[in-house]
């Protein structure tokens, strides 16, 4: 799965569509899979609130280019599979029917299939359970 990063931080917001239409015209023209367009959580910004973010991920909502050539736009903190090792200091570019899918090469799609899977939660919730047990017993009475 080829993944594209587009940095924005540093420009200003008129630097930062350009820059976004003309990287997303390219990525899409050459079959990238995934575009990450990394605009910041917007925690630099003079007013704490990420102006670059909510405008961009306005113009990409009303792009016909991303509906007409199957792409959908996915948050950084969305709960699907592509989106799971981002946050919202990003958004996503993705190809049709790669929602579900996990980043990464083969190590990293097991280790997140372990992570995220029912069976993982479970194993994760047994540990914790495991660990503050053994704290419990360590204190002293």
């Known amino acids: 799965m080829r993944v594209e990063k587009v940095d ?4 200003s917001l008129a630097e930062a569509l350009e820059k976004v239409e003309k990287n ?5 023209k050459h079959g990238v899979a995934v575009i990450d367009i990394v605009h910041g959580k917007g925690y630099h910004s003079s007013r704490n ?3 670059i973010k909510k405008e961009v991920r306005k113009s990409l909502k009303e792009n016909e280019l991303i509906k007409n050539s199957g792409y959908t736009v996915i948050y950084g903190e969305s709960d ?3 989106a799971l090792t981002f946050d919202e ?19 990293q799609i097991e ?5 995220y899977s029912k069976e993982g939660k479970k194993q994760r919730k047994m540990a914790k359970e495991i660990n503050a047990q053994r704290k419990n017993s360590r204190k002293p009475r």
């Open 8 to 11: 924005l931080h540093g420009l």
């Open 24 to 28: 997303l015209n390219w990525c899409i």
């Open 49 to 51: 609130f990420s102006v």
């Open 80 to 82: 699907l599979p592509i």
């Open 89 to 107: 200091g990003h958004t996503l570019i993705v190809a049709r029917g790669l929602e579900n899918e996990y980043i990464g090469g083969r190590k």
């Open 111 to 115: 280790k997140n299939l372990a992570i």
